[in-house]
């Protein structure tokens, strides 16, 4: 919770597009229905989406708790399941030699060994508990910056992913040597001489 209180590590990004006219009822639209849900059906390895800052169990948005002043504070919760290569290989070596042993087979064909890797991962997906993250998101809608919290690349990847299918507006990573020529002043020529 480094921005409500502490310190933060984080990107800056710009954003770039037209905000909407009616910029606060649509937030609180897409924000409510890019919200973070629970995996219910079939598990997938990632599920992500949108939750309070101060809460990362609240996905309801109640009250716009998001809003800060100026600012929009809310957190991207990332679950991942994650599968150790080891553990999938040996369970699909056992599944194996049980279909061989049930079948009377001696050798298997390439497609039913896919298939028993694919069943046994599935089934290692829906036993295996997903590993929560979160990452707290900053945006200034007004003057078009966002700060997330986090320096990860995937993190970061999945954050620019998620923000422009949410929100419609494309992310640029802000670069102290590549400033903004919108918010910049322009500089006069200076001669070679000074």
Same mark, same amino acid.
């Given at each position: 919770?480094?921005?409500? @209180?502490?310190?933060?590590?984080?990107?800056?990004?710009?954003?770039?597009?037209?905000?909407?006219?009616?910029?606060?009822?649509?937030?609180?639209?897409?924000?409510?229905?890019?919200?973070? !849900?629970?995996?219910?059906?079939?598990?997938? +390895?990632?599920?992500?989406? %949108?939750?309070?800052?101060?809460?990362?169990?609240?996905?309801?948005?109640?009250?716009?708790?998001?809003?800060?002043?100026?600012?929009?504070?809310?957190?991207? !919760?990332? $679950?991942?399941?994650?599968?150790?290569?080891?553990?999938?290989?040996?369970?699909?070596?056992?599944? +194996? &030699? =049980?279909?061989?042993?049930?079948?009377?087979?001696?050798?298997?064909? !390439?497609?039913?060994?896919?298939?028993?890797?694919?069943?046994?991962?599935?089934?290692?997906? @829906?036993?295996?508990?997903?590993?929560?993250? %979160?990452?707290?998101?900053?945006?200034?809608?007004?003057? +078009? %910056?966002?700060?997330?919290?986090?320096?990860?690349?995937?993190?970061? +990847? $999945?954050?620019?992913? &998620?923000?422009?299918?949410?929100?419609?507006? &494309?992310?640029?990573?802000?670069?102290? %040597?590549?400033?903004?020529?919108?918010?910049? /002043?322009? =500089?006069?020529? &200076?001669? /070679?001489?000074?």
């Amino acid at each position: 919770m480094g921005f409500l @209180k502490g310190s933060a590590t984080f990107r800056r990004y710009r954003v770039v597009g037209d905000l909407p006219p009616n910029f606060n009822n649509v937030f609180d639209d897409r924000i409510k229905l890019h919200a973070f !849900r629970e995996m219910t059906a079939e598990p997938a +390895e990632k599920n992500l989406g %949108w939750t309070s800052i101060e809460n990362i169990l609240d996905n309801n948005f109640e009250y716009a708790n998001y809003r800060y002043g100026e600012f929009l504070l809310f957190a991207l !919760r990332v $679950d991942r399941i994650i599968l150790p290569p080891s553990l999938l290989r040996v369970r699909t070596m056992e599944a +194996e &030699q =049980q279909y061989l042993r049930e079948k009377g087979l001696k050798k298997l064909f !390439r497609e039913q060994r896919q298939d028993l890797r694919e069943n046994v991962r599935r089934a290692l997906l @829906k036993s295996t508990p997903p590993v929560p993250s %979160w990452y707290e998101v900053c945006w200034a809608p007004f003057q +078009e %910056w966002v700060l997330f919290g986090s320096l990860s690349e995937k993190a970061a +990847e $999945d954050f620019e992913k &998620q923000f422009k299918a949410t929100f419609s507006l &494309q992310l640029v990573p802000y670069t102290p %040597w590549n400033p903004d020529p919108a918010t910049t /002043p322009e =500089q006069p020529e &200076q001669s /070679p001489r000074g």
